[in-house]
């Protein structure tokens, strides 16, 4: 989608390894979100960011941790990946928290 | 806990009819609702939100109600297209909080 980008787009990864995966926006937003969306569960919330080294947890936070160092970027690390994370990632922007969202193409990572 | 259903997860209507679907949510008072739909293997995309005070929103052939007493909203698209075929979303939403979502509903309109 314009102004979002998600890398990698695929990532094939084995358990106990660390992983990071990157959401780069040129939108300038101030909130950025990361969801896992799995078959039976829809999308869920991960982590959001409200600015620069803001943060917080969402619904399902455990396992993950995130950094924003910049506007543009934020990060999403999978300390010890589980195959219980295999899940496509996707990163979403808002300008408030009152408006629309615009997500990312999404990052499909397999666990093995 | 906060508690969105979405009426069926599929939804089969021929081209030219209109395509209902629903969202309920429980639980929570949210101060907007938002749709989007979702196409296999990409983001979701942002069609309409609706605020608590408005009962109805309308865009092109896109209809969404709000009702706060039923705790309820319903997405009509008119005249529907088989590119109308796609995995629709809600989010009834709190303000200041991030977006929760519905499972989805996957509508498949044939020809």
């Known amino acids: 989608d314009a102004g979002i980008t998600q890398s990698p787009r695929h990532k094939v990864t084995e358990t106990g390894t660390p992983v990071t995966l990157r959401c780069h926006q040129t939108?300038?937003?101030?909130?950025m979100y990361w969801y896992r969306q799995d078959p039976g569960h829809g999308l869920r919330l991960i982590h959001y960011?409200?600015?620069?080294?803001?943060?917080d947890k969402g619904e399902v936070s455990d396992g993950y941790s995130v950094s924003r160092s910049k506007t543009e970027d934020f990060l999403l690390t999978l300390e010890s990946a589980t195959s219980s994370q295999t899940s496509v990632y996707f990163c979403?922007?808002?300008?408030?928290?009152?408006?629309?969202?615009?997500f990312g193409s999404g990052t499909r990572l397999t666990v093995v | 806990s906060q508690k969105i259903e979405q009426n069926s997860e599929a939804l089969n209507i021929q081209e030219g009819k209109t395509a209902t679907l629903t969202c309920n949510y429980t639980?929570?008072?949210?101060?907007?609702l938002q749709w989007y739909r979702q196409d296999p293997g990409r983001g979701p995309v942002f069609l309409l939100l609706?605020?608590?005070?408005?009962k109805e929103k309308r865009k092109e052939r896109l209809k969404v109600t709000f009702d706060t007493t039923l705790k309820q909203s319903l997405f009509h698209i008119t005249a529907s297209q088989p590119a109308d075929s796609a995995t629709y979303l809600c989010?009834?939403?709190?303000?200041?909080?991030?977006?929760?979502f519905g499972k989805g509903t996957t509508l498949s309109v044939s020809s």
């Open positions: 979403a922007i808002s300008e408030g928290q009152g408006g629309g969202y615009t």
């Open positions: 939108e300038n937003h101030r909130y």
């Open positions: 960011s409200y600015g620069v080294k803001d943060t």
């Open positions: 639980n929570y008072s949210p101060a907007y």
């Open positions: 609706i605020r608590e005070n408005e």
């Open positions: 989010a009834p939403n709190q303000a200041g909080t991030a977006l929760i």
